[in-house]
């Protein structure tokens, strides 16, 4: 090796969920909402005027900020919002995770937290889950120099109860302690409660799974004042306008629309607690899912060969090829019609 690729970073990336570009699909791979965003985000957008695209956008995304901090009864000082929750996750761990000491974060888990933490040089140490993929909140009381966790958990959907999350904040009062909830809209308890009284603990949600809102990436974090304080420090020093106005202006709609958010969560919810007792009719064994997904195995079928059987099909789940989950699919929870496909799938099979 010689010239400038000496100097190179070299990372192994993080891999999303595929995207296949076909018609006749049922796409169950990458936990998206099969329900469109609030008829009121729709109208939002025909109401916007083109002339000001040609402007920046606010860059503190103040109405965002305010509508996000209104609805969860925080200040908006309170409030940091990113271009989706990995744009907060990630200038989280550059902002807060700078010991010499490894942060510390479950061994199956989102699978960017490692990543990150070799694109910023910061040391880190995985903690396994136990046989029942929980979280053993001993191992997250020795030294450390941050940690990290999902609530519910990713890829396996189980939750954390609060107390336990506690537990943990409590026990670590000099590192930042981050719960990422992605999925917990679709049946977790929030941490939310906890920030008012622990002044290190940064809770991270998202608009892309229980608000329909994956294509137009919109993130935040809430915590104490000063540690997103030190957040907007760091995005100032990386880029000012990191949210485009499009999505200030439709996301404000999104969250603001909590009877439209409800409906759709609970139907989601619905077919899932339908979908457990049908995987269960058929042999399948999983964690109890709070997500808007299932992670299965089945004792009898190796979930490699049923992963590729389903793809044939245009029936997209996720797989993982890592140790203790390579026999297990990550099947994100569709309409009911589609589930109805994927089940009859599975039935012919299963014979």
Known sequence: MSGYERFVRRVVPYTPGEQPQIKDKIKLNTNENPYPPSPKVEQALKQMEM???RMYPDPAASDLVEAIADYYHVKPSQVFVGVGSDDVLAMSFLTFFNSDKPIIFPDITYSFYDV???????PYETKPLTQDFEIDIEDYKTENGGIIFPNPNAPTGAQLPIAGIEEIVAANPDVAVIVDEAYVDFGAESALSLVGKYDNLLVVQTMSKSRSMAGMRIGWAIGNEKMIGYLNDVKYSFNSYTMNRTSI??????IKDDVYFEQTRKKIIATRERTKEQLRELGFVFPDSKSNFIFASHPKYEAKKLFEALKEKHIFVRYFDKPRIDNYLRITIGTDEEMERLFEFLKNYMR
Request: aromatic share 12%; proline share 0%.
């Open 51 to 53: 002339d000001s695209m």
């Open 249 to 254: 202006v439709m996301g404000v709609e999104a």
């Open 116 to 122: 990150w933490a070799d694109v910023f040089r910061i």
